[in-house]
Each structure stands twice: as C-alpha cells, then as structure tokens.
C-alpha cells in the first residue's frame, strides 16, 4: 500500500474507534439511568457496581446538591449510595430520567460528557418535584468496557409539582 492510504487508513480506525467510544458511553449512561429509574424490578447494588471504575467519584456540585448528595469515592461506596434511594428502599414511588443537550468527547481510553437531564419525582410521602440538572461525566475503557470514572451533577432548578 502506499503512504497515502496508509494514513487514510489510520485516521478512519482512528475516527471509527472515537465513535465507537461515544457509543458505548452513551449505551453506559442509559443504562445507569434505567437502573435508576423507579418504578423497575429490584436494582443490585452489583448491577450498579459494574457500572464504574475501581476508583470511581460521585460527587453533588452547588451549595444544595453538595449538602443533599456530598461526594462518595470508590466503586462499592458509589453503588451502596446511589442503591440506598432505589427499591427495596421506599424513597421514590416514581423516579424518572430524561437526558438531553449531549455533548460527549473521546480521546484514546478516556472520555468526557456532559448533558442536561431532567427528573420526575414522585416520593413516598406522596411529593412531586420536577429537576433540572447538569451532568458532567469522565468515563475510562478499561480491558476494553468503558466504565464511569467520575460522576458529577449539579441541580439548576427544581420545583414541585401539584398531582
């Protein structure tokens, strides 16, 4: 082959594999949201678990989401935290996910994203709240399966809903 298609050649596998990772990171948040999402069969805390890096973060950002969520570190503390509001626990009767305004960059073994997500609650107190809030997201492929790296959100608004 000549020099040409060569470099052809390595900037295609190069564009394809960056797809590649925006797809699998975009498959990874869809899933972490289902696994949050309430009314759903039991969520394991394993299930959640696999979702992260050995050194993962979870962390609130902003005054209220800062003191309502703090900052957990580590894959087993990250799941037992995000597992703690979803069923068995009665927290939520309702807890809906939607995500929007993606933005997600790949570069080699890491990425970054960021979206703006909205959330319906219902709580078991009978409570209704609509979220608005900003994602932003570090993901890393290790052994070859992305994983969420550090996971940070910041509410912009909230209000309650009347039933």
């Given at each position: 082959?000549?020099?040409?298609?060569?470099?052809?050649?390595?900037?295609?596998?190069?564009?394809?594999?960056?797809?590649?990772?925006?797809?699998?990171?975009?498959?990874?948040?869809?899933?972490?949201?289902?696994?949050?999402?309430?009314?759903?069969?039991?969520?394991?805390?394993?299930?959640?678990?696999?979702?992260?890096?050995?050194?993962?973060?979870?962390?609130?950002?902003?005054?209220?989401?800062?003191?309502?969520?703090?900052?957990?570190?580590?894959?087993?503390?990250v799941a037992a935290f995000v597992g703690g509001y979803l069923p068995p626990s009665d927290h939520f009767k309702l807890n809906l996910h939607f995500l929007t305004s993606e933005s997600i960059v790949v570069d080699g073994s890491e990425a970054q994203g960021q979206w703006i997500m909205q959330q319906i609650s219902t709580y078991a107190d009978g409570r209704h709240e609509l979220f608005g809030t900003r994602l932003n997201i570090d993901f890393r492929c290790v052994d070859g399966t992305w994983l969420i790296a550090h996971f940070r959100t910041q509410r912009l608004f909230n209000t309650e809903l009347n039933a």
């Open positions: 082959m000549n020099e040409a298609l060569l470099q052809r050649l390595a900037t295609l596998e190069g564009d394809l594999a960056k797809l590649e990772g925006e797809s699998a990171v975009r498959r990874l948040l869809a899933r972490y949201m289902d696994l949050c999402d309430v009314p759903r069969a039991v969520t394991h805390v394993s299930d959640l678990a696999r979702l992260f890096t050995e050194d993962a973060i979870w962390e609130g950002l902003g005054t209220q989401t800062a003191q309502t969520f703090g900052q957990h570190q580590g894959r087993a503390a």
